[in-house]
């Protein structure tokens, strides 16, 4: 930790005052969903977004990051646009959620670090919980955590624009070690769900295919769309009339209806809805396997649910692809699926630790030779799970070290 407190004493002449560590996450099961409302579940690993800041009582805003080049610097009173690809997007929208709400008096000095390279593992909400809590912090604001998800949410889909749940800042917010969060995302509501004692100890490795892009830039936004077309398609079915595509989403169809008229939604709509209607019933199969202590079960929904994402929901990418094959071949490998949407960043494994060795024989055997693009990008981590965002306690108090 050393390095950040000393970063921020070189930069700004004192030592932080407050510390926030926000964990990145995985979505073992619920993949695609939450943007129609469906179920999902998510975990925090023990890898984190730290942010170690002081109060500016003029309300400046000034930021630098251990991983990307380039200061953040505004007042509070001019927030600049959002700047297609820049890092400095979370900080700007995490300032204008809160402002819509709050009349933000104190900015502050800070230096954030990340430890993964990112995607997939949604540093995005990471950082962003990070920053809204700081600014609740030196401003006095208290908000509660479904508040601090839907703040959040608010930046990644007005502010940057992508059409997605919540299912990511529920996970980085809510999450328990020991425990799967399981949330419902029509109604906000969800249960963490204790690990039975019966369940053998597990790793999550992360296979990262060294191949970034942001999500705005791939085809997200247009499954959404999909997704949202083929619910009113199945509602004029059912009903006889359509929601606003606003309101469109797949969840307002009963499964039952999906189950009659589904055969009727042309090709790629039709797939979408069935990635749906068949994920939520992997994580309500997934959850029950889960309070049994049934790894194994649970892991065969987490490839049902990868090869649901590569054959009817089409994400994922050709790099993806061939780390999920691998995975699945490992013994030891419970589960494994693209983690988040899947389009660029990583495959994450629920695994036996004792077949770490193995798992990474073969990603190594198979993964360069095929890509060789990213033979030198792409790495293996393991990790455990861990507690949602909080405060830590923090070595200075805003003064110099003396
Ligand atoms: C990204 C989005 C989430 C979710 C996942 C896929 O991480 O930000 O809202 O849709 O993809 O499950």
Known sequence: ????????????????????????????????????????????????????????????????????????????DRVPEMLPGSWGNYIRGAVLSLSREHKLKRGFKAIVRGKLPMGGLSSSAAVTTAYLLALCDVNGIERTKEELISLSHWVEKVFIGLNNGILDQSANVLSRDGFLMYMDCKTGEYELVEKSPSMPSFEVAIVNSGFTKALIGTDYNNRVDECKIAASVLEELVHGRISTYRDARLRNIEDADWERYGGELPGRFRRRAKHFFTENDRVRRGVEAWREGDIAAFGQLMMASGDSSVHDYECGCPELITIFETLKTVKGVHGARFSGAGYRGCCIALIDPACREELSRKVAAVYPVRHPEYADKYHVHFCKTADGASFVSCCGDGAARS
């Open 1 to 76: 930790m050393d390095d950040l407190y000393d970063v921020f004493e070189a930069n700004y002449g004192l030592l932080p005052s407050g510390h926030i560590r926000s964990p990145l996450r995985i979505c073992p099961l619920g993949a695609h969903v939450d943007h129609q409302h469906g179920l999902v579940t998510g975990m925090a690993l023990d890898v984190n977004v730290d942010l170690v800041y002081v109060p500016d009582n003029e309300g400046f805003v000034r930021i630098q990051s251990l991983d990307f080049p380039d200061e953040e610097y505004f007042h509070l």
